[in-house]
């Protein structure tokens, strides 16, 4: 093989390679507030590469967010306006996204580029999750390129609205023996969280969780050791998502803390 082939050969490796990594997805912020609060929520794009027409619909619990207007529309994508946003329907949590390229030649942005911000004000109280997804109700999502062809949304990240308890703030609650309980890290999570206790000497504990009404759903009995000792949470051991509340008993104190956990 002479060397101009053999680089010919590398540089449509290299095509290949791109080609292959360049997936289309939409990428939308988190973020956290409280009541009264207004937020802004981006969404933005990435792998974008000479797409010619996008649609999709945008959803999130209206009785959680109260959509406000959309901002920062991006002039990217030529004719791209207030029009290609319809939101008659926003008032009961979602919105539609449609767009064409006129010229018929694809359009491609950097990756990260803004699409359009959605403004919302948080009308719930604390501990309260919305997510912002996409989805295809009422608009089914379809997007194509300049051959015409269908292009999967292979990624959509982010997408949540967190309305935490203040009350967590606190990095950890002490006890006049020497005993303390840490906030559980991730908080609002998952799949797993842990928590952190401190014993000054070695005690028998229970540590236990309990749901909204009180009813415990887990307990474990157990020997600490003298220092930091590590409580893992799966969230398996708690079935539904919500608001729970774990509690540390040594010999002679108790202290609760509050954990949220997200669908």
């Known amino acids: 093989m002479t060397i101009k082939k053999l680089l010919l050969t590398l540089s449509i490796c290299v095509v290949a390679a791109l080609s292959l990594t360049a997936q289309l997805g939409l990428i939308i912020s988190d973020v956290n507030g409280k009541k009264g609060e207004i937020v802004e929520v981006d969404i933005s794009v990435s792998g974008f590469s000479e797409i010619t027409s996008m649609q999709f619909s945008v959803n999130w619990d209206s009785t959680i967010l109260d959509f406000q207007s959309v901002e920062n ?16 329907e926003a008032p009961s949590g979602a919105i539609r996204v449609a767009w064409f390229d006129n010229t ?14 959605l403004k919302f004000e948080i009308i719930s109280e ?22 015409g062809a269908a292009v999967e949304l292979a990624t959509i990240e982010g997408g949540e609205v967190a309305v935490p308890d203040n009350s967590t703030s606190v990095t950890y ?21 842990k928590v952190i206790a401190i014993f000054p000497s070695v005690e028998s504990a229970r540590f236990f969780i309990t749901d909204i009404s009180g009813k415990i759903v887990y307990q474990n009995n157990f020997q600490s050791v003298q220092g930091e000792n590590t409580i893992e949470i799966r969230s398996d051991l708690l079935k539904t998502p919500g608001t729970y509340y774990y509690t540390l008993q040594s010999e002679h ?10 669908p």
């Open 104 to 117: 018929i030649q694809g359009i491609s942005v950097a990756d990260s580029t803004k699409l359009f911000t």
């Open 253 to 262: 104190y108790q202290l609760s803390r509050k954990m949220i956990l997200i």
């Open 173 to 193: 609650y002490p006890a006049p023996n020497g005993m303390e309980l840490y906030q559980n890290e991730p908080n609002p999570f998952k799949s797993l969280t």
């Open 126 to 147: 604390v501990s309260v999750n919305s997510n912002i997804s996409i989805s295809g109700e009422p608009i089914v999502i379809e997007f194509t390129d300049s051959n």
């Open 73 to 88: 529309i991006s002039e990217n994508l030529p004719g791209f306006t207030e029009r290609e946003i319809g939101t008659v």
